[in-house]
């Protein structure tokens, strides 16, 4: 049985921190989104069609694996509330763990503007994102989005039964993982640390 824990929010509301503190503190496995992003790029060029298609094809085949080899996942995700195939495909994710035994669990972080825009800048999201060290159209396109589309759901509305809502503009990363732990009652994997962790050895 494997487990998938969806962080979702819009850009640099510190899903990437919220989801490291979960990964170290639960020993899950942990998927970013821009992990399909950056390399898809980096093989098929931005935004191009066999862009789009290998991200959607690696992010399928990873959650595929997981659940195959009982791998419990953190997965980032920027949600549009307001697409109707938004809330098809995360189903269809919670579906695919629930089948097989495992648990899904949404958690959807909010931060003000103001504060999203100081984080976009951060030196551990330039490291970890090579897509957003160009910093001017990483701004632009976080204003954009944000005009765009709902990247947040209303107050009263619940997708899934496990569904947490967390305004993390002055939290730490470690207190709002503290927070999604007791919300559904988490408890630690018993798993060496290079089972989970990239780059240890």
Not at 91 to 102: E, R, S, Y
Request: aromatic share 10%; proline share 2%; hydrophobic share 40%.
């Amino acid at each position: 049985m494997a487990n998938l824990i969806i962080i979702c929010g819009p850009q640099a509301v510190g899903k990437m921190t919220v989801a490291e503190s979960l990964r170290d503190k639960l020993k899950y496995n942990l998927m970013m989104n821009h992990d399909s992003i950056e390399i898809s790029d980096k093989i098929f060029g931005f935004a191009t069609p066999a862009q789009h298609e290998f991200n959607a094809i690696f992010r399928e085949k990873a959650f595929e694996m997981a659940v195959k080899h009982n791998v419990d996942l953190l997965f980032t995700y920027v949600c549009a509330f307001e697409m109707q195939q938004e809330r098809e495909y995360l189903t269809g994710l919670a579906d695919l763990f629930q089948a097989n035994g495992g648990n899904f669990y949404f958690v959807e972080l909010s931060a003000d503007l103001e504060t999203r825009l100081e984080r976009n800048e951060t030196p551990h999201r330039m490291e970890m994102k090579a897509s957003k060290r160009d910093v001017e159209w990483s701004k632009t396109n976080l204003l954009r989005d944000a005009k765009k589309h709902k990247l947040n759901s209303e107050d009263d509305e619940v997708w899934f039964e496990n569904h947490i809502k967390i305004d993390n503009t002055n939290l730490e990363p470690d207190e709002v993982a503290d927070m999604i732990i007791r919300k559904f009652a988490l408890a630690a994997n018993d798993k060496e640390e290079k089972e989970y962790r990239f780059g240890v050895h």
